[in-house]
């Protein structure tokens, strides 16, 4: 009888153990992303668009022109976009991003 009581307890911990691998293993899926975007002068650039390409994941940077997000994994490209400045893209190869954007050309807007 002790025997299987023990047999039981131990059994139990081993699939404790198990669960918890599996859940940790699956917890892997995020990539997080920091970096900052300025203008030609070296300036930061606050609320600048930063998506994941084909995803609903973004973010915007802070008044100096750092950001901060998570691509779980699901994409290796980031746009960049603002009302101000070209669009940007960028393949992720790194988890920091330094970025500097080039304003539009307002005198081709005004025609």
């Known amino acids: 009888m002790i025997s299987i009581i023990y047999y039981y307890k131990t059994m139990k911990k ?13 917890g892997k899926d995020s990539n997080l992303i920091d970096g900052e ?4 002068n070296g300036k930061g650039i606050e609320d600048v668009l930063v998506q ?5 994941l973004n973010s915007k940077t802070n008044a100096k022109g750092v950001f901060r997000i998570n691509t779980k ?7 960049f976009t603002h009302p101000e400045y070209e ?13 500097i954007l080039k304003e539009k050309n307002t005198q081709e807007q005004e025609k």
Do not use: A, H, P, Y
């Open 14 to 26: 081993v699939i404790f153990l198990l669960l918890s691998i599996v859940f940790l293993s699956c």
């Open 37 to 40: 975007i300025k203008n030609s």
């Open 52 to 56: 994941v390409m084909g995803t609903d």
């Open 73 to 79: 994994d699901r994409g290796d490209e980031l746009i």
């Open 87 to 99: 669009m940007f893209r960028i393949k992720l190869d790194d988890s920091e991003v330094s970025v």
